[in-house]
């Protein structure tokens, strides 16, 4: 079984950071993929960043410049730096990793339980 787990959430004032993490654990062969979506109150689910084999990121508009996504193979955790940071980036923030499971060629999507990201004015 493969689990995502996130942490970094919190409540932040404007312009300020938070960096939040996205562990995955189980057998795990490889993470090939990694994003992060949000989704805020009424509003639909929209991607932020998303990070492949491609070496380079894709980021929503909205965020580009302010932004990061990284990842640590070795740890299997796939970061979101959030930098000048404002209200509306205000959302529960998702990850979603596309994993290879060891013993197999298959891949599957998996997503963590959702981390609450607040900025305040």
């Known amino acids: 079984q493969v689990q995502l787990v996130e942490s970094g959430g919190g409540l932040v004032q404007a312009g300020g950071s938070l960096r939040l993490s996205c562990t995955a654990s189980g057998s795990i062969s490889s993470i090939n993929a990694g994003a992060w979506y949000r989704q805020a109150p009424g509003k639909q689910r929209e991607l932020v960043a998303r990070?492949?084999?491609?070496?380079?990121?894709n980021y929503a508009d909205s965020v580009k410049g302010r932004f990061t996504i990284s990842r640590d193979n070795a740890k299997n955790t796939v970061y979101l730096l959030m930098n000048s940071l404002i209200p509306e980036d205000t959302a529960v923030y998702y990850c979603?990793?596309?994993?290879?499971?060891?013993?197999?060629?298959?891949?599957?999507?998996?997503w963590g339980q959702g981390t609450q990201v607040t900025v305040s004015s």
């Open positions: 979603n990793c596309i994993i290879r499971k060891n013993g197999g060629p298959e891949q599957y999507s998996y």
């Open positions: 990070l492949s084999s491609d070496p380079t990121p």
